[in-house]
């Protein structure tokens, strides 16, 4: 038994060296709605230039969500550039939403590049910006990123 916990240990030791494959993290919005002038901003570091990753945008709404789409200002600075993208995410079909739903709230993780992508040692920084015509936007009770290292 002492032997297994000295083991655990170190398993557990090394295992928090390791990289992380996974960045998810969400900005929520006051009274479940999402101003224009609400501008999330999501930073994180890529250090392993072999792989691949995956981006997605994740948002969560209420089933009172009006529109089957979003638009969205997407900023991302890179090491050396900075790319703006004005984007359409859709949501929902003319029968029923395409996210993850639990009772009333939906769940999307949408991707945003078409391919795994290779990316640059060093800091980036994603900033979006909903740019629909209701302003704010109402039902809408968090928006975020996800990056997903591809093995």
Known sequence: MKYFFSIAIIV??????????????????KDHSWKS?????????????????????VLRNEDAYSY?????????????TTVNIRREFVLADNKKWFGAAMDDIIEHRI?????????????YEFTISQVMREDPLPHILAAGIRVQKIH
């Open 37 to 57: 002038t609400e501008k999330p901003s999501f930073t994180f570091d890529i250090k392993d230039t072999n792989s691949m990753y995956n981006f997605y945008f």
């Open 12 to 29: 557990l030791a090394f295992s928090a060296c390791q990289s992380i494959d996974l960045y998810e993290h969400f900005t929520s919005f």
């Open 111 to 123: 991707p945003f590049n078409s391919a795994p992508t290779k990316m640059k040692k060093g800091k």
């Open 68 to 80: 089957k789409n979003i638009w969205l200002d997407i900023q991302i600075k890179e090491p050396d």
